[in-house]
């Protein structure tokens, strides 16, 4: 199971810091991931991190905005979100990967407006 939380109203220019609670599973073995999605769009994949020696990738539109991370002790992946502008509104959910399994979370509200 996993359990996202963090999100809100900011404004542009505003950062927030969305995490997202492993249960149930071996955290440490899986890829973690955020994803978006916004109205009317495709669900979209927005950073990632994998397992052991944690190799990071980003979307080119988060690129030194964004920063993913986990805590294996804790079972947490973090998305540390930065300079956010109006087009990083949309619903943000984590998910882990082990190539066997696959888990989503519930979603977490993300609005950037003024």
């Known amino acids: 199971q996993l359990e996202d939380s963090g999100g809100g109203l900011v404004q542009p220019g505003g950062s927030l810091r969305l995490s997202c609670a492993a249960s149930g599973i071996t955290f440490s073995r899986y890829d973690m991931s955020w994803y978006r999605q916004a109205p009317g769009k495709e669900r979209e994949l927005v950073a990632d991190?994998?397992?052991?020696?944690?190799?990071?990738t980003y979307a080119d539109s988060v690129k030194g905005r964004f920063t993913i991370s986990r805590d294996n002790a804790k079972n947490t992946v973090y998305l540390q979100m930065n300079s956010l502008k109006p087009e990083d509104t949309a619903v943000y959910y984590c998910?882990?990967?082990?190539?066997?399994?696959?888990?989503w979370g519930q979603g977490t509200q993300v609005t950037v407006s003024s």
């Open positions: 991190i994998v397992s052991g020696r944690g190799y990071r």
């Open positions: 998910r882990a990967n082990s190539g066997l399994s696959r888990h």
